[in-house]
Structures are given as structure tokens and as C-alpha cells.
């Protein structure tokens, strides 16, 4: 969907979300946390909403559907994935950088 090309061509991170789940908030927070400020799409709130839902899947987004995580222009994947690769990384200390976008797309193993 170009909806979802624009947007994770636009920003460097991106959490497509919706405004009552929980684990997209806590998803959304640990970017915070990491002093990342993501691009935030509340899918349920957006008037392309229903579109981007069903797209989601065709981008390799799996059950879960929310939240999904692009980072770099790549869907990371969900709650679990997002944690799996952030889980040992920062261990505790502070992510110091240039630009922690850039930090976190090195971080998790992607190409600028």
C-alpha cells in the first residue's frame, strides 16, 4: 500500500498501532525510552485504517498485526521481535550517538 511505503520512506522508524492496544504502547514507550522519536500511526484513527490493516501482511507483518515496527524502510515485526533484537543490545547503558535513529537501525542490524 503506498500509504505504508510513504510513511516508512519518510521516517526512520515507524509503529503502525492501534489506540487501545497495550503492547503497541509499550512498543512505542521503549523507542521513547531509547530516545527514538517514532512515527506513530494509530491505524484505528487513520481513515486508512482498514487498508493499511489488510496490507500489513502483504509487508510480512504477521499475527499480531499491531504493532508493527519499520525500521530503515524493513518491517522489524511485532512486540516479540522488536524486544528479541532490542533484548541484550542496550543492557542497561545509554545509547549515545550522532542520531539514535541512526543508532537503532545499526543497533538491530540494518543498513542506513
Same mark, same amino acid.
Given at each position: 500500500?503506498?500509504?505504508?511505503?510513504?510513511?516508512?520512506?519518510?521516517?526512520?522508524?515507524?509503529?503502525?498501532?492501534?489506540?487501545?492496544?497495550?503492547?503497541?504502547?509499550?512498543?512505542?514507550?521503549?523507542?521513547? *525510552?531509547?530516545?527514538?522519536?517514532?512515527?506513530?500511526? *494509530?491505524?484505528?484513527?487513520?481513515?486508512?485504517?482498514?487498508?493499511?490493516?489488510?496490507?500489513?501482511?502483504?509487508?510480512?507483518?504477521?499475527?499480531?498485526?499491531?504493532?508493527?515496527?519499520?525500521?530503515?524502510?524493513?518491517?522489524?515485526?511485532?512486540?516479540? *521481535?522488536?524486544?528479541?533484537?532490542?533484548?541484550?543490545?542496550?543492557?542497561? *547503558?545509554?545509547?549515545?550517538?550522532?542520531?539514535?535513529?541512526?543508532?537503532?537501525?545499526?543497533?538491530?542490524?540494518?543498513?542506513?
Amino acid at each position: 500500500m503506498e500509504k505504508i511505503q510513504s510513511l516508512t520512506s519518510e521516517h526512520g522508524v515507524v509503529i503502525f498501532t492501534k489506540s487501545t492496544c497495550c503492547l503497541c504502547y509499550a512498543v512505542t514507550i521503549l523507542f521513547q *525510552e531509547l530516545r527514538v522519536n517514532p512515527k506513530v500511526c *494509530e491505524i484505528d484513527q487513520d481513515p486508512d485504517g482498514r487498508e493499511i490493516l489488510k496490507a500489513l501482511p502483504k509487508q510480512g507483518s504477521s499475527s499480531p498485526l499491531v504493532p508493527a515496527v519499520f525500521i530503515g524502510g524493513k518491517l522489524v515485526g511485532s512486540t516479540n *521481535e522488536v524486544i528479541d533484537r532490542v533484548e541484550g543490545i542496550v543492557n542497561g *547503558e545509554r545509547i549515545e550517538c550522532e542520531s539514535n535513529v541512526v543508532s537503532i537501525i545499526k543497533l538491530l542490524g540494518f543498513k542506513e
